[in-house]
């Protein structure tokens, strides 16, 4: 495979627009390309350091003999882990923002109170940078509770690779601790659920990819009464609601003063829903990934604990349980969780594509 | 103290849209667009003041317009039959309309369209009895980067003046406006509230906002009246112009009939906001 050609041929061959489908392709077989070659050279020094074994100086055969068992060791790891990881095919949404809903369960207050926590969670994961990602995060739609905390939230995640690691986050979220509001000291259990969703920019070009409405599927409606309306209502009324009819998914959004901005945002989320729809369809069709994707796919599924009293995270779908409980909700911690289940994932994936070319 | 903010709005407002207009009050201080404090806000919007003026602003299609008491504040249904209204026309730079607004206030609805549509391709004209709409549909004007006249440069771009006359008077248009006719098109969110529904207005308006922008006699109609005489003597209108006049809740096929009766028009239509009230009527030439 010589890429270097390939890559001479991109601007004289194609316009820019299919340049940039090209170099993505090119990036995506840049690792490949580099285990290989490292493997060719690791390979080459072992050849060279054989004969050495054999030198009449015991020294120089002692210093061999440890070239040759580290020499080895490398390339065992090459065949362990570092190709088995480059078989996975590389992820199609590798390039997505994410469009994260939240949404409180059961608890009541107690359970807005939660949701306000995870918000500041999110939000500080991304402002310490801790995944090293310099992602951006902006809350687009927040509906706050009357007694404190957070009802419900919607929020997005600018930046590459937002998607494929926050994705995991989806998923019934579980409080046990007492809350602020509890007098008798006794312990409730609260839940909040969170919904990540890819995010499509509107101006982006989807690289040939088809739309996911036309306008005719539509309804585009305004809420509430004005009564008279025009000169003899000043109140601001800017809430929209939008309908796509064939899936007859609603979006409303009410957020923003502006009526316009309202409904740019009701548009964001309808094609980041459709694009979910049609994401899990395609993951449905590839038989082979739906064994490990039953640990993620189910929405209503509890998937992590935050137990107060012993100050422990657990997650549910790998038994991973931490005893980090402060720093994850200071958003630090949690890229250990996000880390691990992405790893899982990936042997997951790994195992079913064994599995497949075994039968 | 946000609690207790939030419960004394509440009760004026409803407890959802006290959430949401103290969100919008935090917003504004939060981007020093403002330096009231939100205690402060809370207070004024318990006297009734609408939150725009509160504020200093209201969005307007993609544009962010600022209000000053008393001038009318942008309203929904004007911003939707002007964006409708800037989709059924197309002027070019190379063949450029000549624009003409009557009782402009905040210069919201030509500074959309001039907004809109590309540049170079409209010349807007804004008449107002209010020499202080006039102040501030010039500060919107700058604010949207919208010029009063030509720099001389070669790029291309639309322009913004504004009249300070009275549209009802019997020596309109002025010389000076007169120069610039005939006109593609007017627009015009003229006043049309008939005194009977005034006096029951809500506080918000009432005590806010200028009588003049919204007070139209017993029936609610003499402003109508009053632009039909001006299409019909004065010779503003280009050879296929339109007219787009927003009108009251209940109005719209009085000032249909009124502007037929004018035999100006090959055909006039009615268009209806998104609250399915009949709210413009569109008369063309």
């Known amino acids: 495979?010589?890429?270097?050609?390939?890559?001479?041929?991109?601007?004289?061959?194609?316009?820019?627009?299919?340049?940039?489908?090209?170099?993505?392709?090119?990036?995506?077989?840049?690792?490949?390309?580099?285990?290989?070659?490292?493997?060719?050279?690791?390979?080459?020094?072992?050849?060279?350091?054989?004969?050495?074994?054999?030198?009449?100086?015991?020294?120089?055969?002692?210093?061999?003999?440890?070239?040759?068992?580290?020499?080895?060791?490398?390339?065992?790891?090459?065949?362990q882990s570092t190709f088995p990881s480059l078989l996975l095919p590389p992820s199609p949404t590798a390039h997505l923002s994410a469009l994260m809903e939240l949404k409180s369960g059961v608890g009541g207050s107690e359970a807005s109170l939660f949701l306000g926590d995870l918000l500041r969670m999110y939000q500080r994961l991304v402002n310490n940078n801790t995944m090293g990602m310099n992602w951006t995060a902006s809350v687009v739609a927040q509906n706050d509770a009357e007694g404190g905390g957070v009802k419900d939230a919607t929020v997005e995640f600018r930046g590459e690779g937002a998607y494929d690691a926050l994705r995991w986050e989806s998923g019934v979220h579980r409080v046990q601790r007492v809350p602020a509001t509890e007098t008798a000291g006794r312990t409730h259990t609260s839940t909040v659920a969170v919904v990540v969703?890819?995010?499509?920019?509107?101006?982006?070009?989807?690289?040939?990819?088809?739309?996911?409405?036309?306008?005719?599927?539509?309804?585009?409606?305004?809420?509430?009464?004005?009564?008279a309306g025009g000169q003899h209502v000043n109140k601001t009324e800017s809430a929209v609601r939008l309908t796509h009819i064939p899936t007859g998914i609603t979006v409303s959004m009410q957020d923003q003063r502006s009526q316009h901005q309202n409904r740019r945002l009701a548009f964001q989320v309808l094609r980041s829903r459709l694009l979910d729809i049609k994401l899990q369809r395609e993951m449905e069709a590839r038989r082979d990934t739906r064994r490990s994707l039953v640990k993620g796919a189910d929405r209503s599924e509890k998937i992590r604990t935050y137990n107060y009293a012993q100050g422990r995270v657990t997650d549910h779908r790998i038994g991973l349980t931490l005893k980090n409980l402060h720093s994850v909700l200071e958003g630090d911690g949690?890229?250990?969780?996000?880390?691990?289940?992405?790893?899982s994932y990936k042997e997951g994936l790994l195992a079913d594509m064994l599995e497949e070319k075994e039968k | 103290m946000f609690s207790r903010l939030l419960a004394t709005l509440s009760s004026a407002l409803g407890t959802p849209q006290a959430l949401r207009e103290l969100r919008w009050m935090q917003a504004a201080i939060d981007s020093r667009a403002s330096q009231l404090s939100l205690a402060d806000m809370v207070a004024r919007r318990l006297q009734h003041e609408p939150l725009q003026y509160i504020l200093g602003t209201q969005p307007f299609g993609p544009l962010n317009l600022l209000v000053r008491p008393p001038v009318l504040i942008p309203r929904p249904e004007t911003e939707h039959w002007a964006t409708?209204?800037?989709?059924?026309?197309?002027?070019?730079?190379?063949?450029?309309?000549?624009?003409?607004?009557?009782?402009?206030?905040?210069?919201?609805?030509?500074?959309?369209?001039?907004?809109?549509?590309?540049?170079?391709?409209?010349?807007?004209?804004?008449?107002?009895?209010?020499?202080?709409?006039?102040?501030?549909?010039?500060?919107?004007?700058?604010?949207?980067?919208?010029?009063?006249?030509?720099?001389?440069?070669?790029?291309?771009?639309?322009?913004?003046?504004?009249?300070?006359?009275?549209?009802?008077?019997?020596?309109?248009?002025?010389?000076?406006?007169?120069?610039?006719?005939?006109?593609?098109?007017?627009?015009?969110?003229?006043?049309?509230?008939?005194?009977?529904?005034?006096?029951?207005?809500?506080?918000?308006?009432?005590?806010?906002?200028?009588?003049?922008?919204?007070?139209?006699?017993?029936?609610?109609?003499?402003?109508?009246?009053?632009?039909?005489?001006?299409?019909?003597?004065?010779?503003?209108?280009?050879?296929?112009?339109?007219?787009?006049?927003?009108?009251?809740?209940?109005?719209?096929?009085?000032?249909?009939?009124?502007?037929?009766?004018?035999?100006?028009?090959?055909?006039?239509?009615?268009?209806?906001?998104?609250?399915?009230?009949?709210?413009?009527?569109?008369?063309?030439?």
Request: aromatic fraction near 8%; hydrophobic fraction near 40%; include cysteine.
């Open chain 1, 197 to 227: 969703l890819p995010l499509v920019e509107e101006s982006s070009p989807h690289d040939g990819e088809e739309e996911l409405f036309t306008m005719d599927e539509i309804k585009l409606e305004v809420m509430r009464s004005r009564g």
């Open chain 1, 1 to 79: 495979m010589d890429l270097l050609f390939k890559y001479s041929q991109i601007s004289e061959d194609v316009s820019l627009q299919d340049d940039k489908v090209v170099l993505r392709r090119f990036k995506e077989l840049e690792p490949i390309e580099d285990a290989w070659n490292k493997w060719l050279s690791t390979r080459k020094e072992l050849d060279d350091a054989i004969p050495m074994l054999a030198d009449p100086d015991p020294s120089m055969a002692s210093l061999a003999d440890e070239e040759v068992s580290a020499l080895t060791e490398t390339l065992s790891t090459f065949l």
């Open chain 2, 84 to 285: 409708v209204l800037a989709e059924s026309l197309s002027p070019t730079a190379q063949k450029p309309i000549s624009l003409l607004d009557l009782g402009t206030g905040s210069g919201c609805i030509p500074l959309l369209l001039c907004h809109l549509w590309p540049p170079g391709s409209v010349k807007a004209h804004a008449v107002d009895i209010s020499p202080h709409a006039l102040t501030l549909a010039q500060d919107n004007a700058a604010l949207c980067g919208i010029p009063s006249q030509l720099d001389g440069s070669k790029k291309p771009q639309n322009t913004f003046t504004v009249f300070n006359s009275d549209f009802l008077a019997e020596d309109f248009p002025s010389p000076a406006l007169r120069a610039n006719s005939p006109f593609d098109v007017i627009t015009s969110n003229p006043p049309y509230i008939p005194w009977k529904e005034y006096i029951e207005l809500p506080p918000s308006v009432l005590d806010y906002e200028d009588r003049r922008a919204l007070l139209a006699g017993s029936s609610g109609l003499d402003f109508y009246h009053a632009i039909a005489r001006l299409v019909s003597h004065k010779n503003l209108l280009a050879p296929s112009a339109i007219v787009a006049l927003e009108v009251g809740h209940n109005q719209a096929c009085a000032v249909e009939t009124i502007m037929r009766d004018t035999g100006c028009f090959r055909c006039t239509e009615i268009w209806t906001d998104p609250w399915g009230k009949q709210r413009t009527i569109i008369a063309r030439k």
């Open chain 1, 334 to 343: 949690l890229h250990a969780f996000i880390e691990a289940v992405g790893r």
